[in-house]
């Protein structure tokens, strides 16, 4: 059990490397994709790492509460 919930858990991170564009960004060069990831783990480690790390959830966040709008728009309204 405990195996598949972290086999769900990266198939859930890698989707998110997918979502943020980098897959493409990137022509899926697993190096580059790697490097990168590489250089964000220094920032959230470096001096100001709280700063990082906040401005980074509240992007995250806003972008999941964007593509939620996108999903469910609301109902329609018609002006008379």
């Not at 490397?17 to 060069?29: F, R, S």
């Not at 990082?52 to 593509?67: N, P």
């Amino acid at each position: 059990m405990q195996r598949r919930e972290r086999t769900r858990h990266l198939i859930e991170l890698g989707g998110l490397v997918q979502k943020a564009g980098l897959v493409d960004l990137t022509d899926d060069d697993r190096a580059t994709l790697y490097g990168a990831l590489l250089d964000l783990a220094g920032r959230a480690r470096g001096q100001d790492a709280g700063d990082v790390l906040a401005l980074w959830k509240r992007r995250g966040k806003r972008a999941f509460d964007a593509e939620a709008d996108d999903a469910f728009p609301g109902p329609i309204r018609i002006n008379p």
